[in-house]
């Protein structure tokens, strides 16, 4: 399914209502975020509501806490799989220290004056606006007030734990491939730009810091945004955090994706 995409709230209009919405980083787009997104696509459906994500440009941990951890999942790749996930809509916010200061509902309102709101979906855990203001109960209160729902999705776990991007992190950086294929529900991998670096190597680019495992080599595929075979090839990461492919020179937007 196709999915649109507006910068910001304002890019909103009465066209695109109602929406019902789900407000997130959603880093990696795990097996949790899957679960998130079911419930949101079907409440959407009862609603006749459009199924909407909510989330930013970059990781908000860069304005908070100063810096931002690496991503999981390049973010047009996150369009494509929300997307396919059935997601219609989704609303990029630019996270700065003024969005880090807008109080939940004036956040709301930035919706709802544009077209019609029906409502967030939302694990009880979450919440957003400044100091975290937006929880499921502040929500609920001012939805009694304004004619939307609150829906609560309890949290996905995975043997008694809920999934947590920061544990698909950890495992990463350790090697392990096989415990993060467990928490996303497919191989890791991370996307960017080859550049030809000599007769038989290529370096990745990436536009934003991504997640890589200790420097060392690698078995991995590399796949193509056009369809084409993947072809196999040897990775290196270095300790500065390159990550070099043995491999036919190419200079394409391409995936990498590591065996587990």
Do not use: K
């Not at 709101?117 to 304004?146: I, K």
């Not at 990745?204 to 810091?209: D, G, H, T």
């Amino acid at each position: 399914m196709s999915v649109r995409a507006v910068d910001g709230r304002g890019g909103l209009t009465a066209a695109d209502g109602p929406i019902l919405v789900s407000v997130g980083v959603f880093d990696g787009l795990h097996l949790g975020h899957g679960w998130l997104i079911e419930h949101l696509v079907r409440e959407a459906q009862l609603r006749s509501a459009r199924p909407t994500v909510i989330t930013f440009d970059a990781h908000p941990d860069a304005v908070l806490h100063g810096a931002a951890p690496p991503l999981l999942l390049d973010p047009a790749e996150r369009l494509d799989r929300l997307g396919e996930l059935g997601v219609e809509l989704v609303v990029i916010e630019h996270f700065d220290d003024a969005l880090r200061q807008t109080p939940y509902d004036v956040f709301v309102a930035g919706m709802s004056e544009r077209c019609g709101l029906g409502g967030f979906v939302m694990t009880p855990d979450a919440a957003f606006g400044h100091e975290r203001g937006g929880t499921p109960a502040a929500l609920a209160e001012l939805g009694r007030a304004e004619g939307f729902d609150v829906v609560l999705v309890p949290p996905f776990t995975l043997n008694g734990r809920e999934v947590r991007s920061s544990d698909i992190r950890a495992a990463i950086a350790v090697g392990d491939f096989a415990a993060a294929e467990r928490l996303l529900g497919r191989p890791y991998a991370v996307s960017g730009e080859g550049v030809e670096t000599g007769v038989s190597r290529s370096t990745m680019r990436f536009r934003m810091p991504v997640a890589l495992p200790p420097a060392g080599e690698y078995d991995v595929r590399i796949e193509w945004p056009d369809g084409s075979p993947p072809w196999p090839a040897g990775a290196i990461v270095g300790a500065d955090g390159s990550l070099t492919l043995a491999t036919i020179p190419f200079q394409a937007p391409a995936r990498v994706v590591f065996a587990t």
